[in-house]
């Protein structure tokens, strides 16, 4: 089974088949006039309020990377160019593989080296998991009492948080020690340890900058309340009744986000298990949650190809 899996085709149709029965398994019994009323009745205008915040969080995190790579920077519409493609491959691939193609598209359309866009694409992400796993920990606190019903009172979301935020802390900061040892050594032989090896040095370059991670890290905090905010507001537009929006849709995006590691998120079996599973401890109803997930992927879907299409045509 093993061996199968390595083959990138029989991994693909494991995921969609895995996808396509999670997503039979919920909508089989859905009430789907009841669905549509849910839809119907709610808000346009936070609708597309939802949009324009999840398009501004997207340039965002594109002028992040931009602002990761070192000087003198490639022109910041290039760079947000193939961030934007690369979105829309994550969208498609598991475990965004997007970015490893960000890595080449940076070299040939940038001039960027694979260990510099690597490491740049590999700090701007861990900032950005590091700061939302922080506010996850904050909002789960608040919902405390909903999580308790999901996972039952033995279990404690909070501590598995604490400590996969805290093994990638001390994982990058091994790396940035490794990296700082191995910059007065001479460049391996093997190209592969090369690239190791310069990879790290440029990681261990940007974390040990007190001024790069302050001005960083208050740029990921603003995308990660932009993307939560996204989220946020599409789900008031759906169901303006639900308790503590801000949280149900954090643990929403929480759940999806993880699920998009091993599913491909464009076929929505991720955050369609998500909402079932948490909004109705929210007071929000089967169809109401059902209505929510179709939200959820227009909200995650729409602006990321309104700008990465565009982009992708023009390469043509």
């Not at 070299?107 to 996850?136: H, K, Q, Y």
Request: charged share 10%; proline share 6%.
């Amino acid at each position: 089974m093993l061996k199968l899996l390595r083959n990138p085709a029989a991994r693909l149709s494991v995921q969609v088949g895995v996808s396509v029965g999670i997503l039979w398994m919920l909508l089989r019994n859905a009430q789907w006039e009841v669905v549509w009323g849910v839809l119907t009745s709610g808000s346009p205008l936070l609708l597309v309020a939802a949009m324009a915040v999840k398009l501004l969080s997207l340039i965002i995190h594109e002028w992040r990377l931009w602002l990761a790579l070192p000087q003198p920077r490639p022109a910041l519409l290039k760079v947000i160019s193939v961030g934007v493609v690369a979105g829309v491959l994550n969208l498609i691939l598991p475990a965004r593989g997007g970015d490893v193609a960000a890595i080449a598209m940076l070299d040939r359309d940038c001039s960027v080296p694979p260990p510099t866009s690597t490491a740049a694409i590999g700090v701007t992400s861990f900032l950005e998991a590091a700061l939302f796993a922080a506010f996850l920990m904050a909002v789960l606190g608040l919902g405390a009492a909903q999580w308790t019903e999901i996972t039952g009172s033995e279990q404690n979301p909070v501590l598995w948080i604490a400590g996969a935020l805290g093994l990638g802390v001390a994982g990058l900061t091994t790396i940035a020690a490794v990296g700082r040892r191995l910059r007065e050594r001479p460049v391996p032989s093997s190209s592969i340890l090369a690239l190791i090896r310069q990879t790290f040095v440029q990681i261990a370059g940007m974390v040990g900058s007190s001024r790069y991670l302050f001005v960083h890290s208050i740029a990921a905090v603003l995308q990660v309340v932009m993307v939560v905010a996204s989220f946020s507001i599409a789900l008031v537009a759906v169901t303006s009744t639900v308790d503590a929006p801000i949280t149900a849709a954090s643990m929403v995006l929480a759940a999806s986000s993880l699920a998009a590691f091993v599913l491909p998120p464009t076929m929505a079996a991720g955050p369609a298990a998500a909402c079932s599973l948490v909004l109705p401890h929210f007071g929000v109803d089967a169809a109401g949650a059902l209505a929510y997930a179709t939200v959820y992927w227009a909200v995650a879907h729409l602006p990321a190809l309104g700008l990465g299409l565009p982009a992708i045509f023009a390469r043509r």
